[in-house]
Each structure stands twice: as C-alpha cells, then as structure tokens.
C-alpha cells in the first residue's frame, strides 16, 4: 500500500484537516496517477456537510482530478509514465449491465463507484478523492488530457464540463438552435461555452442583472434578467433547449413556458427540495423537462476532445490546500468567477 496525504472530513460540517489514507498498487489494468489538480464542486460541499445523506466519513472529497501517470500496471495498453490524465465522477461500473455496455456507465444498473464517498464493489472498501497526492485507477476509468491544454484550468472539464456537453449533445444543439441557460455559476459558464462553440445561439437566464457583462464575455448572445416581472412574457416560445443549472428554488413552471413547441429543458442543478410541475406546462406545446447526469466515458473524453480542439477551459480561482475551509463558504455564498480549483502541489508542502 501506498501511504498518501490527503484532506478530509472527519463529520457533518466539520472542517476539512489533514488526514492520511493509503492507495493501493496499481493492479494489471490500473495505472497511479501523481495528482496536480483538482477541482471543487459545489456537490463536495453537499456531501462533505451530508447534506445528501449517506455520507461515508472520513471522506476525501474531489472528482475534478488531472494529474500524471506515474506508473502502469503490466497490462495496461491506454497510458503510459508521464501522460496528463484525468478522473472525473466515477471510477469503476458493473460493466455488465445494459447502460454499461452502451457506454453510459454513470447510469450502471448496480451503480456505478463514485470517485469519492463511495464503496469499491470488489473490497467494499470507501473510495476517496482528489483532496490527495495521489490516485488508483482502473485504466478504463481514466481519460486522456488534450496536447497543450492548461490542466489547471481544465480539472472542472472532467464534472463541470462534462454534466453540461451531455445534454447539449444528447439533446441537441447547434446551428440555429436557441439555447438558454439558467444560471451562471460553476456549471452555467461552460455550458455557454459549450453551447456557443457547438454553433448554437446562446442567452443567459439570471436573476441578476450585474452578471449580464460576465454572460456575454463568456459567449453568450443575449442575457435575460429574470427578476424582470415582464421577462417570461416578452420571451415566451423562443427557446429550443434550456439547461437548468440552477439549485437554488425556482419555479419550473415558468421557465418551461419560454420553449418552443416540442422544446426540452433538462435539470442539472439538484434544489433541496422538491420543486412542484404543472402538467399544463408540458402539455400545452408538448413540452419535456428531462434531467442528465454528468456522462459517459467515452464522451466525457470526447467532450475533452471538442475542449481541446476550441481552445475551452473553465475559468477559476487556484487556490492552496489550506483555503479549502474558506472555499466552502465563498461557494455557498456564490462567490467564486467560476470555479476553485486545488493546487495539490500546497497538499504535498504542507505535510
């Protein structure tokens, strides 16, 4: 076993502290991966505090990872020492079941293994996250990192990235599509870079108005301010595909009457509690409302692999290990232009 520094929770709302875990040597299929970056997602605040329920302590959080391969196992074909790699939500599937075998394994029948505050289907063993040096991963489970991408910059691809290129593609957008976004935070900036690069036209859908400047650098065609009381009537039918980033309370409702007939707006944000849907909403101009969760390996590396080729990263705050308490909190308050992002090289110093 390999000892590794890392960051932990040790309970609910505890501060996250130093904390000493052990990865294992890399199997046949598995690779070690010396850990550069790693992002923070606002749901690594959502599970370390146990806001979800089910949290497993002490718990590592982190599944915005990119870092280098430092060794390979026997078999492993994928990777080799020193090539930029990235881990993303989850690390291992039943690879059995039917969504595995299509190639949407966050969607495993059996579940799939979180990166973090999860259990190894093989040991039951908790799995821990990117908070650390260093990572075991099966080679299957690892992506490849575009040529001359900045891996700082590009750890929020591998959830951020990923949770908002799925929709777009599996839903459609493009040219002469019109795209909205509700939300500009962590999620809602790449999916208006995302959108934009696709070739669709994009608007922002934020209840404050000072966001409009930050909006439209970032791509976005138009930006509507919802608090506007006039906003949902005046664009009422105009859109094709709404990405609903937001988790904060909202009215669904409202938001599904500025699609177009046979429109869909898909949820990305989780709200703490249920949010009510009137059937009118969907079935006046037959409209969907549809959730996606994160994706797929195989296109989670093409998402990398659009990144790389429009010269997409996230826009983030780097910041050293010791930050990461104060990080929580500024990401409650939505203050953060759009992403933290951990430099491990402050974890390694600090031990």
């Known amino acids: 076993m390999l000892p590794t520094a890392a960051y932990a929770a040790h309970e609910p709302r505890s501060p996250l502290a130093p904390f000493m875990i052990e990865r294992r040597e890399p199997g046949p299929d598995e690779v070690l991966i ?52 990235g881990v993303g939500c989850f690390v291992d599937s039943c690879r059995q079941c039917p969504q595995c075998l299509a190639g949407v394994e966050q969607h495993c029948a059996l579940g799939m293994t979180a990166t973090y505050n999860s259990r190894e289907g093989n040991t039951g063993a908790p799995t821990y996250g990117g908070y650390s040096t260093q990572i075991t991963v099966d080679e299957k489970y ?43 935070g962590g999620l809602g900036h790449m999916a208006v870079k995302l959108a934009a690069a696709m070739g669709a036209r994009v608007t922002v859908l934020s209840t404050s108005e000072s966001k409009r400047p930050d909006a439209l650098a970032l791509g976005a065609h138009d930006f509507i301010a ?66 996606s969760l994160i994706a797929g390996i195989a296109e989670t590396q093409e998402m990398l692999d659009f990144c790389g080729e429009h010269g997409i990263v996230s826009d983030i705050e780097l910041i ?30 600090n031990q």
């Open 34 to 85: 010396d850990i550069l970056y790693c992002g923070v997602c606002h749901s690594d605040v959502h599970q370390a505090r146990d806001e979800w329920g089910g949290a497993i302590f002490p718990m590592v959080p982190g599944h915005e990872i990119v870092g280098r391969v430092s060794r390979v196992g026997d078999a492993v074909q994928r990777f080799k020492v020193g090539d930029a790699v």
């Open 142 to 184: 690892v992506l490849r990192m575009p040529e001359g991408m900045a891996l700082d910059r590009a750890a929020p691809l591998l959830c951020a990235g990923a949770t908002t290129y799925s929709p777009l593609r599996q839903f459609g957008a493009g040219p002469g599509h019109e795209v909205g976004v509700v939300g500009l």
């Open 226 to 291: 919802t608090q506007d009381k006039n906003a949902f009537k005046s664009h009422a039918g105009r859109f094709d595909l709404i990405l609903d980033t937001a988790s904060a309370p909202h009215d669904y409702n409202a938001y599904l009457t500025l699609l177009k007939f046979n429109g869909t707006m898909v949820l990305l944000g989780i709200p703490e509690q249920p949010l009510p849907v009137a059937a009118g909403a969907l079935i006046m101009q037959r409209r969907k409302l549809a959730g």
């Open 320 to 349: 050293g290990m010791e930050q990461i308490n104060e990080a929580y909190e500024r990401m409650v308050r939505n203050d953060v232009r759009y992403r933290f992002v951990i430099d491990i090289a402050t974890l390694a110093q």
